[in-house]
């Protein structure tokens, strides 16, 4: 299932270039009666032409205030898949405007929505990811979806979707996780996005360690992120991807604010491979890690491991970003500091 294609093509007797389309406000009213008709080709062409017509925001906004969003949410339960997919399409393509997100908020959209989440049709669960995620993206569409209860549904599919619908579904739980992480805490979240440390594509081990990077942002969250996934993250350090790299060093930069997160870090033997991507000048994972042996030199065990490497953070004083000259000013004073 990993390299499975999600396929949007529609049956060869749908064409859309048959669907009657006067372009404008005009359009719309004709549609909204034929989205109601009985015959299901009468509501797929109508269908077709909206997904057209709603690429204009005036047109979404028309759409919103005729009830469309009413239509659509009852097409989402329709038993035919093309109506479901369109249904879906339209929604995303309208989501993807202010008004449109507005819209989908304001009519409790992401509700009706979740009921697509076993949709036996790939395309039509992807698209409704696609609208998790976009919507996710703003704070208040975040709020919408942990109002809308998705969280605790949204994390068991992470063991049984599709690999690139496993990515909507990280990045709308770090949107999600960094307005509120309880109902995630309470899901079981840690012991899912563990698992996906490992996994073989370097985007979904890269977006749950981010994933992690938001819990740990949380005073909550911290000490279960210490307890169980620093361990995986201290490995992650030497992925041989850069981003995957950098999100494992962010999560653990706040696993280690608490004392026994900086502890399990260096039960882990976690300061080699954070020393390594700070001498790497390209490393994206640098500022990250500089911070993280800077929690880690708060402890005594710390400072003595970091004593023979300052050499290595006073060649970053020379950085020519200024968070990381920052960063290592801050680290040398620690290691530097007489007990």
């Known amino acids: ?56 925001p005036e047109n979404v906004y028309q759409a919103i205030e005729l009830g469309f969003l009413d239509n659509l949410k009852t097409l989402l339960l329709h038993h035919d898949s093309t109506v479901r997919q369109k249904t879906t399409e339209i929604l995303y393509i309208m989501a993807l405007h202010n008004v449109g997100r507005q819209g989908l908020l304001k009519n409790e959209v992401l509700s009706a929505l979740a009921e697509l989440l076993d949709d036996p049709v790939d395309i039509c669960r992807k698209n409704t990811h696609q609208i998790f995620e976009i919507m996710a993206k703003l704070p208040e569409g975040a709020v919408g979806v942990l109002h809308a209860g998705l969280v605790p549904l949204l994390l068991p599919k992470l063991n049984t979707e599709l690999d690139g619908i496993q990515e909507l579904i990280l990045d709308t739980l770090s949107s999600c996780i960094r307005v509120e992480a309880s109902e995630a805490l309470a899901t079981d979240a ?16 890269s977006k749950a360690a981010w994933v992690l990077l938001e819990i740990g942002a949380h005073p909550e969250g911290k000490s279960v992120v210490c307890e169980e996934v620093i361990p995986v993250l201290v490995r992650l350090l030497e992925d041989p991807d850069p981003e995957v790299q950098a999100s494992a060093a962010g999560a653990l930069m706040f696993a280690t604010v608490k004392p026994e997160g900086r502890f399990s870090a260096l039960g882990a033997e976690a300061i080699p491979p954070l020393l390594k991507l700070v001498a790497e000048e390209t490393s994206k994972a640098r500022l990250n890690a500089i911070k993280t042996l800077t929690m880690l030199a708060g402890l005594p065990e710390g400072r003595e491991a970091l004593l023979d490497h300052t050499d290595t953070f006073q060649q970053c004083l020379n950085d020519p970003c200024e968070a990381v000259r920052r960063a290592a000013k801050v680290v040398i004073s620690v290691i530097n500091m007489k007990p």
């Not at 009213?29 to 109601?36: I, M, N, R, T, V």
């Open 1 to 56: 299932m990993a390299h499975a294609r999600i396929s949007a093509k529609l049956p060869p007797d749908i064409d859309p270039t048959k669907a009657a389309i006067a372009f404008g406000k005009r359009a719309l009213p004709k549609l909204k009666e034929e989205l109601q008709s009985p015959e299901l080709l009468t509501q797929q062409r109508a269908l077709m032409a909206l997904c057209d017509l709603v690429h204009d």
């Open 190 to 205: 840690i012991a899912i996005l563990k698992e996906k440390l490992t996994h073989s594509s370097e985007a979904i081990r």
